[in-house]
């Protein structure tokens, strides 16, 4: 083993040779032990530089850190971009609709606006008017006869406006009165669901009706039962499940033949319990002469009365409108049982006999909620008045 001396040369030396008293001074470990440890809060370059200044040792300078490299600039957050546009705004997703449902009404009015509104158009003529035929297009286009009559006798009194804008205004006029624009559900109490009982014959697209009402009411969110009272009609109840289930609502039914008024004193527990929107309840459909039908929506109407006392309910007939003045008497008998609240004109878009509408508004007071121009469940329209009128004379 050689061993060195502080600042001598190095000394060969046994290991079995002690170290000698006079040799503790020049340990080979030197006096550095002393001196401690360098301050560890003292930076990394000037452990460096002290290292560098000590004779005879070599320290290599360290090399320079790479420059950082800059860091990419972020990429500008594209604008938001929706499906419906960026401008979107609640009001104009309503207009918009409107809009589209009014391009609809005048598409299904298309065989009306050919047929009566076109021979109703073709009475005008330079200005002036040829009453008889302007009379009988009313009368063969269900308006009726005394009601055409008595319409013709006041646009020919006046003098204000054209013969055209006459008639027109009249018409307009026949029309019952409106609390809104456009129905909306309302609740039949606080904390209850709106109830809507919709009654109409076999046939006229009652149970359709009430699955394209379904259809609208889900598509703006809100929660629908259904309630299969029509129970005489066996295929009725698995018509009506299929409607709910195309449109994700809830439906209450029971075995054919079973209490109507029962269906729906559980459909309204099931939907309060369930916190539904809105209850729409099918009715039995047999002929409106037979008593025991009016009697049966009279009963039903008085179960929602003892489970809801002062409950708000709308009831809505459904007439067909290629019954004619057949369907007005239908709709007078309904309204005198159970007190209509709304109409809805199915098939509206294979008749060229528009008038119906003007008639029925006008012999019963009861506004026509809503219009039916088509088999899809978007082709349930809200019925505008002045979109009707319009849609036939221009």
């Known amino acids: 083993m050689r061993l060195f001396r502080r600042g001598g040369q190095p000394e060969d030396r046994t290991p079995e040779q002690p170290q000698q008293p006079d040799e503790a001074a020049e340990d080979v470990i030197g006096d550095e032990w002393q001196q401690g ?63 589209r449902e009014r391009e609809q009404l005048e598409a299904g009015l298309q065989k ?6 076109a021979r109703l158009r073709g009475a005008f003529g330079g200005g002036g008017a040829d009453w008889d035929e302007i009379e009988e297009t009313l009368i063969t286009g269900d308006v009726g006869a005394a009601l055409a009559m008595d319409l013709v006798e006041r646009a020919r009194r006046r003098r204000d406006v054209t013969p055209e804008l006459a008639v027109r205004d009249e018409l307009a006029k026949l029309l019952a009165p409106r609390d809104a624009e456009h129905w909306e559900p309302v609740p039949a109490l606080a904390d209850a669901p709106a109830i809507v009982l919709v009654v109409g014959v076999n046939g006229t697209g009652k149970t359709t009706t009430i699955g394209k009402l379904a259809a609208r009411e889900r598509s703006k969110g809100r929660r629908v039962v259904l309630a299969a009272a029509d129970t005489f009609r066996a295929a009725a109840i698995d018509q009506l499940r299929i409607w709910a289930q195309r449109t994700d609502s809830e439906i209450v039914a029971h075995a054919p033949n079973a209490d109507p008024a029962a269906v729906v004193f559980d459909a309204l527990d099931a939907a309060i319990a369930r916190h539904a929107d809105i209850l729409i309840a099918d009715t039995a459909g047999r002929l409106h002469t037979k008593s025991n039908l009016m009697e049966e929506l009279a009963k039903v109407r008085r179960v929602i009365d003892k489970r809801l006392p002062g409950a708000r309910v709308e009831t809505f007939f459904v007439l067909d409108a290629t019954t004619g003045q057949n369907g007005l008497a239908q709709a007078k008998a309904f309204h005198e049982a159970v007190g209509l609240t709304g109409v809805v004109l199915t098939k509206l878009d294979s008749t060229a006999k528009g008038g119906i509408v003007f008639a029925i508004e006008k012999e019963i007071g009861v506004p026509v909620r809503f219009v039916g121009v088509g088999e899809r469940a978007e082709d349930l329209l809200p019925f505008d008045p002045e979109d009707f009128v319009a849609a036939l004379f221009d």
């Open 37 to 99: 440890s360098p301050d560890a809060s003292e930076p990394p370059a000037a452990l460096e530089e002290t290292a560098a200044d000590v004779p005879g040792d070599i320290v290599p300078e360290p090399a320079p850190a790479p420059a950082p490299e800059p860091a990419p600039a972020p990429a500008p957050e594209p604008a938001v971009q929706w499906a419906w546009g960026a401008d979107y705004s609640p009001e104009k997703a309503d207009a918009a609709r409107r809009e």
């Open 112 to 117: 009306s606006r050919t047929g009566f509104g």
